[in-house]
């Protein structure tokens, strides 16, 4: 059974930094996209930063509005996937969500992952890490 669980959610203030963990069991995938979603109270959850990997290459692709400031990674060896999050800005507050889907020819692109269908809806979600911060 996959289990995805996050952590490193918190409060801090504007400008600081936050490392998201989400730890992956139960599964070895070879094609697949991992995403960080977030989302905000009273808005659409939001794709943020994604990674997918054919077995050989790994690419990330971010949403505008966290380019540069977001960096998304992989701990292949202990399946962790990572988001680091830099220059934070109160409009960053949100539940912050990992969720991954499998299979061959799955991509990532500004923030999303898509399939030979299009957007995917994702097969395996963690629960979620609060990020808040303050101006």
């Known amino acids: 059974q996959v289990q995805l669980v996050e952590s490193g959610g918190g409060s801090v203030q504007a400008g600081g930094s936050l490392r998201l963990s989400c730890a992956a069991s139960?599964?070895?995938?070879?094609?697949?996209?991992m995403v960080w979603f977030r989302q905000a109270p009273g808005k659409e959850r939001e794709g943020v930063a994604t990674?997918?990997?054919?077995?050989?290459?790994?690419?990330?692709s971010y949403v505008d509005s966290v380019e540069g400031r977001f960096t998304i990674s992989r701990d292949n060896d202990n399946n962790i996937l990572y988001l680091q999050m830099n220059s934070l800005k109160p409009e960053d507050t949100a539940t912050y969500y990992c969720?991954?889907?499998?299979?061959?020819?799955?991509?990532?692109?500004?923030?999303?992952?898509?399939?030979?269908?299009?957007?995917?809806?994702?097969?395996?979600w963690g629960k979620g890490t609060l990020v808040t911060i303050s101006s």
């Open positions: 990674l997918d990997s054919d077995g050989v290459t790994n690419s990330t």
């Open positions: 969720a991954a889907s499998v299979a061959w020819g799955i991509y990532g692109s500004g923030g999303y992952c898509y399939n030979s269908g299009g957007r995917d809806t994702m097969d395996y």
């Open positions: 139960g599964y070895t995938f070879k094609s697949y996209c």
